[in-house]
């Protein structure tokens, strides 16, 4: 029933029109609310993370965020998916909180 389900909307309804860009975005980061680093950090200096963001390594690497693995005292873990990989590969990201004592 859902396997293309876009085709099965266009067809009911020609002026039908999905883009991604439109989706929420779900936040994985809580508190969610953005206290310091103009907007970027919560109240614990911790990024805020959301699904389907994409964070680019110092090499280059893109990685494509796709749920939360766990938070504790440094920061948080995140598993991600390696942008332009065929295999799907997924991968863990530890995302270090912006504090002076853990980043210096």
């Known amino acids: ?5 876009l085709d099965l909307f266009k067809r009911c309804n020609p002026a039908f029109f999905y883009d991604l ?3 929420p975005r779900r ?3 809580f508190p969610d ?3 310091h680093n103009d907007g970027f950090d919560n109240m614990h200096n911790e990024y805020i993370l959301y699904y389907n963001d994409v964070i680019i390594s110092p090499e280059g ?3 494509k965020i796709v749920d939360m693995l766990g938070k ?8 991600c998916q390696i ?3 065929k295999e799907k590969k997924a991968v863990a990201l530890k995302v270090i909180k912006n504090n002076t004592a853990y980043t210096a």
């Open 33 to 35: 609310e953005g206290v």
């Open 61 to 63: 690497e893109e990685y």
């Open 72 to 79: 504790g005292t440094f920061g948080q873990v995140v598993r």
């Open 83 to 85: 942008k332009g990989s």
């Open 27 to 29: 936040c994985l980061t």
């Open 1 to 5: 029933m859902t396997t293309n389900i």
């Open 21 to 23: 860009r439109h989706n």
